[in-house]
């Protein structure tokens, strides 16, 4: 059952300003097109405005100064972040530690934390260390010497690779690899041979990785994805990489092997990075783009080669006159040729 919340208990929550009843109660969150009276809806986007007076919610989580259409409201400076916060005060419980279940595979010398739960089929190897309540589900494959923080949650079928290191909080979702060899050959002659890849992955605290995603791990030493970065599902960060801190890496991204990117990165989906190259703080690159060469900090990028937003968007309001344009061309050479004929 979930709890139930005055708007004020909730504000106080919040930090944010009730304008209406303090005293009404919710237990819910639901959107504002079919909420019923005993839940909070909320206004991220003020383009949907006139729907708060439409909405059959108890209470709206809405931005300072809109309009209520007598409605109480939460006032808050961020919305969004507000129902994120909600949705886990409402619907997010504390895991129950369960300890190690009937079927968990444990390797006598692996090291286990206080109040950790390891299900059925989960495989956790020789010198594994797992901190303080941690979650590690069926499936998921903890190889020899890797090091996982507390707080953590090593979902189904996951796999984390031998002397790799997972810091505090970090989510892994269902599939990922952490710790795949990297791919490194040398040519010789028709062939190539296998460089062995004897780094490590290290992930910091507050990272999530997404479903089905591939971290590899260094040839030498570390690929290491930096505090709060998050990463979609399906995401590949190849070997000796350096993620900095709070990035968001959206599905399907590639990143080459041994590729520097800062801090509160974006990185839209599908987006294509080459090796051996750097990307700034603070830079976005819009979807499916690809990024040959390095990106200076504290600016916006698109299209293949990418190149500044701005001058992207001049240059594919381009693109649908080109047929019109190479008819004009073609006349105008033609034009030129029958004059250059008079000239002779």
């Given amino acids: 059952m979930l709890p139930t919340k005055t708007v004020k208990e909730l504000a106080d929550y919040l930090g944010g300003v009730v304008q209406g009843d303090e005293t009404l109660a919710v237990n819910g969150l639901a959107p504002l097109e079919n909420a019923a009276p005993d839940k909070i809806t909320f206004l991220a986007n003020p ?14 989580l809405m931005a300072p100064g809109g309009e209520r259409y007598g409605r109480t409201a939460i ?12 949705l886990t005060l409402f619907y997010t419980q504390p895991h129950p530690p369960l300890g190690v279940l009937p079927g968990a595979n444990l390797a006598a010398s692996a090291r286990l934390g206080e109040d950790i739960t390891i299900y059925p089929g989960a495989c956790i190897g020789n010198n594994v260390s797992v901190g303080n309540r941690t979650v590690i589900h069926s499936g998921a494959v903890i190889y020899e ?16 690779r031998e002397r790799c290191r997972i810091g505090k909080r970090c989510i892994i979702q269902p599939g990922a690899v952490i710790g795949s060899d990297g791919f490194g050959y040398a040519p010789d ?21 997404g479903a089905n995603c591939c971290i590899d791990r260094a040839a030498l030493e570390v690929t290491l994805i930096r505090r709060g970065t998050k990463l979609d599902n399906l995401v590949q960060i190849a070997h000796n990489c350096q993620i900095g801190e709070d990035c968001m890496i959206v599905s399907q991204v590639g990143i080459s092997g041994s590729s520097k990117i800062g801090n509160h990165v974006t990185l839209a989906g599908q987006v294509g990075v080459a090796g051996h190259l750097s990307i700034g703080d603070n830079v976005m690159v819009g979807a499916q783009s690809g990024v040959p060469g390095s990106l200076a900090a504290n600016a916006g990028y698109s299209g293949t080669p990418a190149m500044p937003h701005k001058e992207w968007l001049r240059a594919m309001a381009v693109v649908p006159r ?12 033609k034009r030129i040729a029958e004059l250059e004929s008079r000239l002779k």
């Fill in 47 to 60: 383009k949907y405005a006139a729907k708060v007076a439409e909405t059959g919610a108890g209470a709206v």
């Fill in 75 to 86: 006032e808050v400076a961020n919305p969004y972040l507000g129902f994120a916060k909600l």
């Fill in 145 to 160: 010497g890797a090091v996982i923080g507390d707080d953590c949650v090593i979902h189904a079928n996951a796999v984390i």
């Fill in 322 to 333: 080109l047929p019109e344009l190479k008819k004009t061309v073609n006349a105008l050479e």
């Fill in 189 to 209: 002659g028709a062939s190539y041979y296998r460089i062995p890849q004897i780094g490590i992955v290290v992930l910091e605290d507050d990272v999530e990785i």
